[in-house]
């Protein structure tokens, strides 16, 4: 089973960007799904955005589309998730995940995924 680990969170001003990153440990990463959720405070946690290792498909809730890029990074098991504009609403614990399949499912669902990790807080505030 995929080890996941994230790193890259902070506090950002409105309108600010920031990279998170998640490096994974383990085998056959060319057949996993990466994905990036996030949970705020007395809310669900909900889907983010996916990249298929092996394709490079890519998947984004609506409500990031356009201001947030997921990639694979040239580091062997690093996938990047690069968010700017950054709005208040996007306070949050970002939390990377992985699983096992080619794609990404259209839809972004927790249950979708087995490896998780620990979750780096992001805070967008003046």
């Known amino acids: 089973q995929l080890h996941v680990v994230e790193s890259g969170g902070g506090l950002v001003q409105p309108g600010g960007s920031l990279r998170l990153s998640c490096v994974a440990s383990?085998?056959?990463?060319?057949?996993?799904?990466v994905g990036w959720f996030r949970q705020a405070p007395g809310k669900e946690r909900e889907g983010v955005s996916c990249i298929s290792i092996s394709t490079g498909n890519t998947e984004y809730a609506a409500s990031v589309s356009g201001r947030f890029t997921i990639s694979r990074g040239n580091a062997e098991k690093t996938v990047f998730l690069e968010m700017n504009s950054l709005k208040p609403e996007d306070t949050a614990v970002y939390y990377c995940?992985?699983?096992?399949?080619?794609?990404?499912?259209?839809?972004?669902?927790?249950?979708?995924?087995?490896?998780w990790g620990q979750g780096t807080q992001v805070t967008v505030s003046s």
């Open positions: 383990g085998f056959s990463w060319n057949n996993y799904v």
């Open positions: 995940a992985a699983d096992q399949r080619l794609s990404c499912f259209d839809h972004l669902l927790p249950g979708d995924f087995s490896s």
